[in-house]
């Protein structure tokens, strides 16, 4: 049972490239979250998804894009990456009636240089 | 949403129970309490949740005051492994309100 899982695990990147991270999970959750964690700030809501083809900004939207075509993948694109989006990057999934049992992936540490 | 106050770290030895408060006096009545953890270098893990019953499962017991204005995370005989930050949160379940909001949380130490 993978359940939730987050690709790549880690990743350099250069400013102004674009970059793409992955989430995969197994459980045919309906929703889907995508958060960042930083020193200071703690973990914030970037954008969220309550089914494919339905997607919504959270706290900090800007710079970043999200698709969700197929339930179980919910990838998050970087169109453009600048050094304040170095951070841990967290996916999580939920059942549609149970949105706050928020169930996360490993994480995704991106350096952007 | 309720806005919560947790102490911003604790200490619990290692077969202790382990009592982590929440003050939440500003919950209204259709908001849960919720609690997760993160684990050093982890993301965070959903542990329990309770609207005004004490709860329990294999992992903890959640005890919310009677006025639901505070609430008491119980990890009954901490392990090392309980070292984590811990986060309390009240969200109302309606749709449309499903984002969390992570506040600074709780770091609990477990002392061998």
């Known amino acids: 049972d993978a359940g939730i899982t987050q690709s790549p695990r880690y990743k350099i990147t250069e400013t102004g490239r674009q970059v793409t991270l992955m989430c995969h999970q197994t459980?045919?959750?309906?929703?889907m979250f995508w958060y960042r964690q930083d020193l200071g700030h703690g973990l914030r809501l970037i954008y969220y998804s309550a089914a494919a083809d339905i997607t919504d900004k959270g706290e900090v939207p800007d710079g970043y894009v999200v698709s969700r075509s197929k339930t179980e993948n919910f990838p998050l694109t970087l169109e453009s990456a600048t050094r304040s989006q170095t951070s841990v990057y967290f996916c999580?999934?939920?059942?549609?009636?149970?949105?706050?049992?928020?169930?996360f992936g490993p994480g995704t540490r991106l350096t952007v240089t | 949403d309720a806005k919560t106050t947790q102490p911003t770290s604790m200490d619990c030895a290692e077969g202790r129970a382990a009592n982590l408060p929440c003050n939440h006096s500003?919950?209204?009545?259709?908001?849960?309490v919720y609690w997760y953890r993160q684990i050093h270098s982890q993301g965070p893990q959903y542990i329990i949740h309770?609207?005004?019953n004490n709860e329990t499962n294999e992992m903890a017991s959640l005890i919310i005051t009677e006025d639901r204005k505070s609430s008491t995370l119980i990890l009954p005989h901490a392990t090392l492994r309980d070292t984590a930050v811990y986060y309390c949160?009240?969200?109302?379940?309606?749709?449309?309100?499903?984002?969390?909001?992570f506040g600074t949380g709780t770091r609990l130490t477990i002392i061998p």
């Open positions: 999580a999934s939920s059942v549609r009636d149970r949105a706050h049992e928020q169930y």
């Open positions: 500003t919950i209204s009545g259709n908001e849960y």
């Open positions: 309770g609207l005004k």
């Open positions: 459980w045919s959750h309906s929703y």
């Open positions: 949160i009240v969200r109302s379940p309606n749709f449309g309100n499903e984002k969390l909001t």
